[in-house]
């Protein structure tokens, strides 16, 4: 069975920092990369990260780089978001998802059950 468990949500101030954690098991991680999306209410599904387990090859979104870094354990199939600088207009459910596509491609096969991240205003 495939799964994929976001951790590492929660409540933190303007300024702050989280770490999310993406949990992989049931195929073959070092044959997926792996993406963050994020869903803020009342707004479309954002692309704002991504790694390609097989090569290390990452990619952002403007809206976070040089504040999110994504990063791959691949003996431990989890990959993480080390999320800085945060302001409110990170406050959204965060969803980790793979494909046997490169990251650039827009088709996801699986996905987790997402993690809430507030900043409050």
């Known amino acids: 069975e495939v799964q994929l468990v976001e951790s590492g949500g929660g409540l933190v101030q303007t300024g702050g920092s989280l770490r999310l954690s993406c949990a992989a098991s049931?195929?073959?991680?070092?044959?997926?990369?792996i993406g963050w999306f994020r869903q803020a209410p009342g707004k479309e599904r954002e692309k704002i990260s991504c790694?390609?387990?097989?090569?290390?090859?990452?990619y952002y979104a403007d809206s976070v780089k040089g504040r999110f870094t994504i990063s791959s354990d691949n003996a431990k199939n989890t990959v993480s978001l080390q999320m800085n600088s945060l302001s409110p207009e990170d406050t959204a459910v965060y969803y980790c998802?793979?494909?046997?596509?490169?990251?650039?491609?827009?088709?996801?096969?699986?996905w987790g059950q997402g993690t809430q991240v507030t900043v409050p205003s």
């Open positions: 790694i390609s387990s097989s090569d290390g090859s990452t």
């Open positions: 049931g195929f073959i991680f070092d044959d997926y990369a």
């Open positions: 998802a793979a494909t046997h596509w490169p990251c650039y491609h827009e088709s996801f096969d699986y």
